[in-house]
């Protein structure tokens, strides 16, 4: 992501690229479709605190493959650590408005003060950023052609380029079909998965831990 393009730009860009409507991306990420709307026209720090704005931030940027870490800390350092101070005080009519933003999302409880606001907001970006139970990371070494199925759907089927990582979540079960095992590093909890470098590869990642299985071609005349 270069510096002339703006973060929503470059996530608008990407998700068209994978072919994928925001309607979908909302569906898979679970983020509401107005914040979706409002990261890629880079107006999501109006709408809700930045503290939040970082967590769909990043949930989006790890739905799409990219460097997640690199888009929130480029957010950081354009609009900080925290939502900035009104230099006045809002009228009543504005503070409903900016208090109705915040609550499309965050739940009710949150209608609390100081310290505590903080708290459940840091608490509620923690529950989205962790609610899919299985991650993957691919790293290509040359270049991976792959398909990724999550939770029984078929979600992408693309080539990694050498090297790109791309990494992918979901909730119940996470499975990536490799036609070049050879040519990737598969990471699962922070170590590499052994894979057979004989043939094609399905990984299957569920609660039952990993399963690998060789895709063998058919014979010809089979």
């Not at 739940?107 to 505590?116: M, S």
């Not at 039952?208 to 010809?220: A, D, F, N, W």
């Amino acid at each position: 992501m270069t510096e002339e393009v703006s973060i929503g730009e470059y996530l608008r860009r990407l998700r068209e690229e994978k072919g994928c409507s925001l309607e979908e991306a909302a569906q898979a990420t679970k983020i509401k479709l107005e914040n979706l709307h409002a990261i890629e026209s880079d107006e999501i720090a109006k709408h809700v605190p930045a503290i939040y704005a970082k967590a769909l931030i990043k949930l989006y940027a790890e739905f799409l493959g990219v460097d997640a870490a690199g888009v929130v800390e480029r957010f950081r350092r354009l609009h900080g650590d925290a939502s900035p101070v009104p230099a006045r005080a809002p009228s009543a009519s504005s503070s409903k408005t900016a208090r109705a933003r915040v609550l499309t999302q965050v739940p009710r409880p949150v209608i609390l003060g100081g310290a505590a606001v903080a708290v459940l907001i840091s608490l509620c970006c923690i529950y989205l950023l962790s609610s899919p139970r299985y991650k993957l990371t691919v790293r290509a070494i040359g270049r991976v052609p792959i398909k990724v199925y999550r939770d029984g759907q078929f979600v992408e089927g693309s080539t990694i380029e050498p090297g790109k990582t791309k990494s992918w979540r979901a909730k119940k079960r996470l499975e990536l079909k490799i036609s070049k095992p050879e040519n990737a590093e598969v990471i699962c909890k922070g170590a590499k998965v052994d894979l057979p470098r004989n043939a094609s590869v399905s990984i299957v990642l569920d609660k039952g831990g990993i399963i690998k299985k060789s895709i063998v071609s058919p014979s010809p005349g089979k």
